[in-house]
Structures are given as C-alpha cells and as structure tokens.
C-alpha cells in the first residue's frame, strides 16, 4: 500500500491528512497552533502531528517483507502520477473539479476572515487584512477568474505591500469593481497598482478615496495606466493639490466614457481645479461631478463655470462646503444654462448670500430637469427664500432642504407652496415652524411626502396633535422617516395623540429624543407607545435618547420589540452617571 501527505495550512493552524493510494483519509485531522506553550516560565517541546504520522509510516514500512514482484514504491508512485494525467486527458472534467477545489479555497479563506463567498465578488472590507492575509489571496485569484468586483476598503495594514496582491491580478480579465479605500497606500504601491490596471481592460469603477499618497504628486503614478473603459473615479479625501491637477487633467483626457468624478474634501486642491477643468471638455459623457470641499475660489469658480458647457449630460453637481462661493455664485450661474439635463444641484453650507440667491433666481428657470436643491445650513438664505420659490420648476421638484437657514415669517409662507410636490421635507433647526406647522400640513398631498424632519423646530404640543389629525386622514400614509428630535417643549397629550392616530403604516424611522443634557420621563405616553408599536409593521430605528424609564417599563419595551428587528435608540444607566457627571463639572 501507498500513502501520501496532504498538508494545508491557513491561518495559525496547520491540518494534517493520511491518505492512502486510493485517496481516502486513513487518520484524523489534527490542528496546532504555531505558538509555542510555555509551562512555569520554560518552554516545552511538542511533537509535530507531521512527526507522529511520519514515525508511523516508518515504522509500517520496516514491519513489511519487499516483494520482488512488485514495483518499489517509488515506481508506484511515477505509475499513479502517469494514470492521473490520462485521466485528466480522458476525462475533461477532472479540471472542473480542480477549479472546485479552489473554489472551496477561497470559500475557507474567506470564512476565516468573516467575509461570505460570492463567485464574481469578494467584500473583505473592514476585515483587518494583513500583509500575508493580502499575499495569500493573490495565490488564491487564480481560481476565481471571471471576478468582477473586489473590494478591500478600509484595511489599513495592507498598505506598503499591495504588489503582493497586484501581481496576481493579470488573471482578472472580468474585474470590473476595484475598491482600496482608506488603505493607507504608499508610492510604492500606486506604482504597483497603475502597472496592473494597464493590464486590466474591464476595470469600470476605481475607488481609492482616503489614500492621502496619492496627493503631492502621487497620482502620477496612475497617469496613462488607467483604461478607457473607466466609467467611475473616486478620489475623495486624498490630499490632491494644486500640483495633481495638470496629472488629473491629463489622465481625464483619455478617459472618454467616464461618468461620476468624486474630488470631493481635497481643500488644497484650489488651484488644481483650474487644470483639471480644462480636460472637463474630453469627459462628455460626465453624468455626476462632486467638488464638495475642494477650496473653491473666484478663479477655479470662473475657469470650471467655463467648462460646466463641454459636459451637457451632467445630471448631479456637487458645490457644497466651499465657502469661496459665498458673494461669487455669479461666475458659475451664467454658465448654468446649458445644463439642461441637470437634475441635483449640491450647494449647502456655502456662505450663500443675498446677492447669490439672485444669481440663483436668473438661471432656475433653464434648469428644467432639475428635482433636488439643497441649500440648506445657509443662514443669510432665510430672508430671500421666498423670491427663490416662484423660479423653480416645482412640479418637477423633490427635495428642497431647507434645515438651519433661519427661514423668516414671509420665507415659510412661501415655501407651503412647493411642499406638495416634495417627497422630503427638512426644516429643522428651524423655529419658524414651531406653532405655525398646521400651516404646512394643510398642503399636504397623501401618497408623496416620504420624509418630514423637524428637528428642534420649537414645536407645541398643539402642533403634534395637528399631524396626529394628518395622519387620521391619511395625509401621511406613505411616510417613511419622521424625525421630531429636539422638541422638548411638547407634552406628553401631543406624543400620546400621535403615537394612537394610527396611519403610519410605512413608517420605518421615528425619532422622539431629547437634547443632551436633558432627561424628562415617558411614563404618561409609554403606554400609547406599546400599543401603536403592534400597527408599525415596517419601523426599523427607533430613537428615544435621554427619556427616562422605569425598569418595568423597560421591560415591556422589550417585550414588544423582542421579535421585531428594530434598533432602539435609547441611553443606558451608564449613559445617564456620565451625563450627571458631566453636569456636576
């Protein structure tokens, strides 16, 4: 008889396997660890489990009489070897079941890291990869060729040694997907990773935002080694600047189908803006541009304005966190016009002033697709908001958020008129609103408003009992996020009248917490709360965040979302010492 050793190592363990010629197992698997024990401060040796197995094929082999009509067992071993190949040759699918075998591999391989396996994906992100974890799973792509989307994002030990993992990746001819965010790359393995993808003609989408190497220069390691195929670039957060703008703007050039370029937190990329711009005009077929963050002044304002006409297929554009906007939002809007297509404009948290929103009200009018404006978190916008409104095109509007824009008297009344046609309805921070909500709830149209958040909006117990009334008639059947937080102002009769009105059948999301700081008991509405919990089939989070509640009461809170799967939002008796604490300091 025969034997062969089947060794496999993965991880810390290695397993062991006594096989005889026929293939089948003729002892156990054994498992160690590759950790010495230490026993009262000495080490203690320990036999191999190869050793024991190795001994007793020894020690059979001395025991047997050779037979001189019988091959020696190194011959036996050529003849098997010789068989297998012809088999292989006879029968084709003894290398599907190799690549079986790999897969199961894979398979193993993935498990020890938590990740389930896919064919044609592989997510190990947040997975705690190391530099030997990457290198076996370069062994490991051979077996897996028609991959598509692979994903290694936020493993921040894997970086200075990607090459282990780039050199295997000439096998993924079908890798569309490739994502290394907030890997803490190096030069060394941009130059790596820009030498693969020459070779990788399907890649689409190449997301290496949170890499900080590639600013300073360091993308010019990807210049002219990315394919044509590129449809999606992610960059976000990278360090660009000035000095990787004519390196962007050369590799955009040759990047014609390219649809979604996100440069977005890059503040130093100011004068960068202006080089990449330029190529703007290769890239016709961009349908999303995101620019948040990137210290936009006048002078990149005018130079990408003058672009924003090479791209008419834009359909999001991103401006938002550029305070260089605040007094110029002119240099841009005249050029605004040829957007006709755009759908999302991103301008929140700009410094936007009164003479900003003019240029605004110029250029509305041509922006006929346009569903979503976002400008909220500017202040000084609250008092002209209301010559805003006329100049949308509001039954094409969905979402307009208006949160923390110190909206005035004249501006809320304005804005009933659009609230109709919206899905999302943010007013938060807003405390116009507080006793004046009958007035928006009256335009409510049923079956469109999807989101309402009027955090810390001053609300009255008057104003709850109001939607308790909307919601009785239906007005807020399709409501999926409500969020109420902040309003500590209102009694305990407006959240019991709420919470039984019934007509929140679709809620998925509802906040009721309270500011920090602050605590208040819910024992007088709790009970409502247990009854309608039943009838809010489709709620997923739930946030009640510095309520107090008594241990019975949080027992029966319990009960009733035993069997749901509902996140529950609520402070911890550890929460509320350091709160008292803190409050005492």
């Known amino acids: 008889m025969c034997y062969c050793i089947s060794v496999v190592r993965s991880g810390r363990y290695q397993s062991v396997a006594l096989l005889s010629g026929a293939g089948r197992p003729q002892a156990q698997t054994f498992s160690s660890s590759a950790e010495a024990t ?10 191999s489990p190869l050793d024991v197995i190795m001994n007793q094929i020894r020690r059979k082999r001395s025991d047997r009489r050779p037979l ?10 050529t003849v098997i070897k010789e068989d297998e190949n012809e088999k292989k040759v006879q029968n084709p699918e003894a290398a599907d079941g190799e690549h079986e075998l ?23 992100s947040h997975c705690d990869l190391t530099a030997t974890d990457l290198l076996e799973l370069g062994t490991l792509l051979h077996y897996v060729p028609l991959l598509e989307d692979l994903d290694l994002s936020w493993n921040d030990l894997i970086g200075g040694s990607l090459r282990a993992l780039t050199s295997h990746l000439h096998h993924m001819n079908c890798l569309s997907a490739l994502k290394l965010n907030g890997c803490r790359l190096n030069h060394q393995d941009i130059c790596a990773l820009g030498e693969a993808l020459r070779l990788l003609p399907s890649v689409e989408v190449l997301d290496l935002s949170w890499n900080g190497a590639l600013g300073g220069g360091g993308f010019q390691g990807l210049v002219g080694k990315l394919q044509p ?63 948040q963050g990137v210290g936009l002044d006048h002078h990149s304002l005018q130079a990408l304005g003058e672009a924003l006409q090479f791209v008419p297929s834009l359909r999001l554009l991103d401006l938002s966190c550029n305070k260089g906007l605040s007094g110029h939002l002119s240099l841009l809007s005249s050029h605004l016009s040829h957007l006709t297509l755009l759908e999302s404009l991103d301008l929140h948290l700009s410094k936007l002033t009164c003479s900003d929103v003019q240029a605004l009200v110029q250029v509305l009018p041509s922006l006929i697709s346009l569903t979503e404006l976002n400008l909220s978190s500017n202040q000084e916008l609250g008092q002209t908001v209301h010559a805003l409104i006329p100049a949308l095109p509001l039954t094409h509007m969905r979402n307009l958020p208006l949160d923390n824009c110190h909206l005035s008297h004249e501006s809320y009344t304005a804005l009933v008129v ?10 938060s921070w807003c405390k116009v ?12 149209q049923p079956s469109v408003i999807q989101e309402l958040r009027l955090s810390s909006c001053d609300l009255t117990t008057d104003d709850i009992q109001h939607m308790a009334s909307a919601c ?13 937080s902040y309003n500590g102002s209102v009694g305990s009769k407006g959240w019991s009248s709420l919470l039984t009105s019934g007509g929140l059948d679709s809620l998925e999301e509802l906040d009721l917490s309270l500011r920090p700081f602050t605590s208040a008991s819910c024992s007088d509405w709790l009970p409502a709360l247990l009854r309608a919990l039943p009838r809010l089939t489709a709620l997923r989070r739930l946030g009640l965040q510095r309520w107090t509640i008594g241990e019975k009461e949080k027992l029966q809170l319990d009960h009733s979302l035993k069997k749901r799967t509902v996140f529950l939002e609520m402070d911890t008796e550890e929460t509320n010492q350091d709160k008292e604490i803190q409050s005492e300091e």
């Open 418 to 427: 659009a609230v109709p046609y919206l899905r999302c309805v943010d007013l």
């Open 229 to 291: 195929s590129l449809t999606e670039l992610h960059l976000v957060s990278c360090e660009l600047t000035a000095a990787d703008g004519s390196s962007l703007g050369e590799t955009l050039s040759s990047l014609p189908c390219l649809s979604v370029l996100d440069l977005s937190c890059n503040p130093k990329f100011t004068d960068g803006v202006r080089d990449m711009s330029s190529a703007l005009s290769k890239t016709t077929a961009l349908r999303t541009l995101r620019l």
């Open 38 to 47: 230490a026993d009262t401060g000495q080490r203690q040796y320990r036999r």
């Open 472 to 484: 009785r008639d239906g007005f807020l059947s399709s409501l999926k996020v409500l969020d109420l």
């Open 102 to 124: 790999g897969w199961g591999r894979v398979r193993a391989f993935l498990h020890k890291l938590g990740s389930e396996a896919q064919r044609g994906r592989i997510n190990l």
């Open 68 to 77: 001189g009509r019988f091959l020696s067992w190194a011959s036996d071993r």
């Open 433 to 444: 609103v507080g006793g004046r909500l009958s007035l928006l709830l009256a335009v409510l």
